[in-house]
């Protein structure tokens, strides 16, 4: 079984083409810490900060695969959103 990691992920860093970009700062201080080498195909389960209605901490998860765009020179990450949700609704 392969493992999936979890990487927090800022949603509003995407390309033209509405995936992901794997480059911000803390995607890529967790991509370290957890030795992730980035690849084609690669599944990523990324987390984000968001808040409920009355403002308390509620992340949001997701599913990904990673690509890499030689066009634009990044690793981006291919969301799956039918697996786009808060975290609170996971239990």
Do not use: C, N
């Amino acid at each position: 079984m392969t493992d999936v990691h979890r990487i927090w992920i800022d949603f509003l860093k995407t390309d033209d083409a509405g995936r992901l970009l794997l480059s911000a700062r803390g995607t890529v201080a967790d991509l370290e810490r957890d030795g992730v080498r980035l690849q084609d195909g690669l599944v990523l389960e990324v987390y984000g900060d968001d808040a409920d209605d009355d403002g308390k901490p509620d992340d949001l998860v997701a599913t990904g695969i990673v690509r890499r765009d030689e066009q634009i020179g990044r690793w981006v990450l291919e969301l799956d959103r039918s697996t786009l949700t808060h975290r609170s609704e996971l239990t």
